[in-house]
């Protein structure tokens, strides 16, 4: 009786094992199951990550490997980051959509997004920002009876009939010596040029009574184009903002659109943005020269020094902060003005800007050639202090007529080591200081050329970087003023 009883409860006990192991099969079967039919989504809805930097993004639940499945990734702003098999890079700050669309058999199962933020840590450069709506905008002149202006749909709307001018205008507020960018949506249809200079539409400041009123930044397209200008506010407390068909000699027809008028404070610090342009050959059919390799290789070697050189030399008043060296291999063929610097510039010439600077906040330009010895020269071996006019806003330029081969890779100054072959880089650099200076307000400076009149005595080795060094931190040796601090800053443009 006893050994039935225990062959019972030993049968009893394999059912009750069996009836559990078929219980957990069919539960992971059925988990296994529900798994299979989930959706496919990817590892992350959203991703932010900085300029350079890349982040991996994965599908999970995908299809099983016996269907074929495919994945087509794309992003919808490839200036901002770009996506291969999913791993996401950082181009430029701003925002993209990253997306990958799932297929099998030939069939679209389904398309995945993630939106991306791309930040930029060396640029915290963010504009104050005010949209200037229409209503706000008074009709302030019309040079005749066939001009109509209207507001209409969120736009300002100027139609000349003729060849005329017509402008709007609103007054803001400012603070002194800030720097300011006014821009907006504009395109004109049916433009057709006057007598005169070729106009457009535009904005701008300045009072309609005055002639100049900076409009040389004209829109002639009939698709929308961003129309802008960068300026300072100077003395004022208080500027005229405008927005015209024509200007100034330079009227024209056709009907002008203008909306999202926007009107920004832009940030300014002592970093500026440098951008290095190396021209090797020049051959204007009368005088021809070129820097051999070598030559190239130096001027990039001295030139990895400049950073630490204005930073040291200044006290940390000035920095550089983005540096971008190229060289360009295109021969110049065209050089005017009295000293070989004045080269000729712009779209459709030998030296185009335009091309290095879309995109990108730069705050100076440099250009080298082979210009020493040309006849135009005079002597000179650099020329700075002037502006380029790209997109409404002014860039210092300078051009350095030779590669850097004078002064020596260790002169010494307060204590410190310098490359004295930038010295004629620094010269220039620093007549666009001065330049900058006298915009901010700051006018009580020596000149850049006073060095022996203020104490001060040339040797080669030093090639005057200790002259440079006391006119930057405002420490001159006979007490005249040097520069101030604030003659270093300089205004930060988002594209």
């Known amino acids: 009786m006893y050994a039935e009883n225990r062959m019972n409860k030993r049968?009893?006990?394999?059912?009750t094992f069996f009836l559990t192991v078929l219980g957990i099969f069919f539960l992971l079967a059925a988990d296994v199951e529900a798994k299979s039919a989930e959706k496919p989504k990817l590892s992350s809805s959203s991703l932010t990550i900085e300029v350079k930097k890349s982040k991996k993004l994965t599908v999970k639940n995908k299809p099983a490997k016996s269907?074929?499945?495919?994945?087509?990734?794309?992003?919808?702003?490839?200036?901002?980051?770009?996506?291969?098999s999913g791993k996401v890079t950082g181009i430029a700050a701003g925002k993209a959509n990253i997306k990958v669309k799932i297929t099998a058999d030939g069939k679209a199962i389904c398309t995945l997004k993630c939106k991306v933020k791309v930040t930029d840590k060396k640029s915290k450069h963010t504009p104050v920002t005010k949209k200037l709506k229409p209503g706000a905008w008074k009709a302030a002149y019309r040079r005749d009876g066939s001009v109509s202006m209207q507001k209409k749909k969120g736009m300002l709307v100027i139609r000349n009939k003729k060849a005329s001018i017509g402008m709007y205008t609103q007054t803001v507020s400012v603070k002194p010596y800030t720097d300011y960018r006014i821009r907006a949506n504009v395109r004109i249809d049916h433009y057709k040029k006057g007598s005169e200079n070729p106009g457009g539409v535009t904005v701008g400041y300045g009072d309609p009574s005055d002639p100049v009123c900076y409009e040389t930044d004209f829109v002639r397209s009939n698709k929308w184009t961003r129309s802008q200008v960068i300026f300072n506010s100077g003395k004022k407390k208080k500027i005229t903002l405008r927005v015209a068909n024509g200007g100034y000699m330079a009227v024209n027809r056709g009907t002008a659109y203008i909306k999202d008028i926007v009107f920004e404070e832009l940030p300014a610090d002592n970093k500026w943005n440098v951008l290095i342009l190396i021209y090797p050959k020049v051959n204007t059919g009368t005088f021809k020269a070129s820097f051999s390799g070598q030559d190239?290789?130096?001027?990039?070697?001295?030139?990895?020094?400049?950073?630490?050189?204005?930073?040291?030399?200044?006290?940390?008043?000035?920095?550089?902060?983005?540096?971008?060296?190229k060289v360009v291999n295109k021969t110049i063929k065209s050089v005017k003005g009295s000293y070989g610097g004045n080269l000729?510039?712009?779209?459709?010439?030998?030296?185009?800007?335009?091309?290095?600077l879309k995109g990108h906040d730069y705050n100076q330009i440099v250009v080298f050639a082979p210009l020493a010895k040309s006849p135009l020269n005079n002597n000179w071996y650099g020329l700075g202090g002037t502006t380029y006019r790209?997109?409404?806003?002014?860039?210092?330029?300078?051009?350095?007529?030779?590669?850097?081969?004078?002064?020596?890779?260790?002169?010494?100054?307060?204590?410190k080591t310098y490359d004295s072959r930038l010295a004629v880089l620094t010269h220039e650099l620093l007549h666009c200081v001065e330049t900058n200076s006298r915009k901010?307000?700051?006018?009580?400076?020596?000149?850049?050329?006073?060095?022996?009149?203020?104490?001060?005595?040339?040797?080669?080795?030093?090639?005057?970087?200790?002259?440079?060094?006391?006119?930057?931190?405002?420490?001159?040796?006979?007490?005249?003023?040097?520069f101030a601090r604030k003659s270093f800053r300089v205004p930060h443009v988002p594209d």
């Open 11 to 15: 049968r009893t006990g394999l059912f």
């Open 67 to 84: 269907v074929g499945a495919k994945y087509a990734w794309s992003s919808d702003n490839k200036k901002v980051a770009t996506v291969k």
């Open 390 to 415: 790209y997109k409404g806003r002014e860039i210092y330029y300078c051009i350095i007529n030779d590669s850097l081969c004078y002064g020596s890779p260790a002169a010494e100054v307060h204590g």
């Open 296 to 325: 190239v290789a130096s001027i990039k070697s001295v030139l990895g020094g400049l950073p630490g050189t204005i930073d040291n030399l200044s006290g940390g008043r000035m920095k550089i902060g983005v540096m971008d060296t």
């Open 344 to 356: 000729t510039l712009g779209p459709g010439n030998d030296i185009n800007f335009d091309t290095y």
């Open 440 to 482: 901010l307000g700051w006018k009580g400076f020596e000149a850049l050329h006073d060095a022996e009149k203020n104490g001060y005595v040339y040797n080669y080795d030093l090639q005057w970087l200790d002259w440079y060094s006391d006119l930057m931190r405002d420490k001159i040796k006979s007490g005249r003023r040097g």
